[in-house]
């Protein structure tokens, strides 16, 4: 899939089908994270799924964060016509 990521960078990569969740909002992420990590079977899944899904955000970046997630909600709300425009 070809993405483009929200915020001031307005950076975009080719990302593989395995590496894509739909955008739900960020609670509806850390829901996930945390089913996915009830779900794993042994203690070193658990850690190592709780440590990949950990919103890592530095204090410098996270106003640029903030400012992309909510472009991305924003675009949840609009058609996908309208978001190509």
Do not use: C, H
């Not at 080719?14 to 969740?21: A, E, K, N, R, T």
């Not at 899904?53 to 609009?78: M, P």
């Amino acid at each position: 899939y070809f993405v483009v990521f929200y915020g001031a960078t307005a950076d975009f990569a080719w990302v593989s089908d395995s590496s894509i969740l739909p955008y739900n909002g960020v609670d509806a992420f850390r829901d996930y994270a945390q089913e996915m990590v009830d779900k794993a079977p042994m203690k070193s899944q658990k850690e190592q799924l709780s440590e990949r899904f950990q919103l890592k955000v530095t204090a410098s970046r996270r106003d640029d964060w903030n400012s992309a997630v909510k472009e991305a909600d924003q675009a949840k709300a609009q058609s996908s016509e309208q978001r190509l425009e």
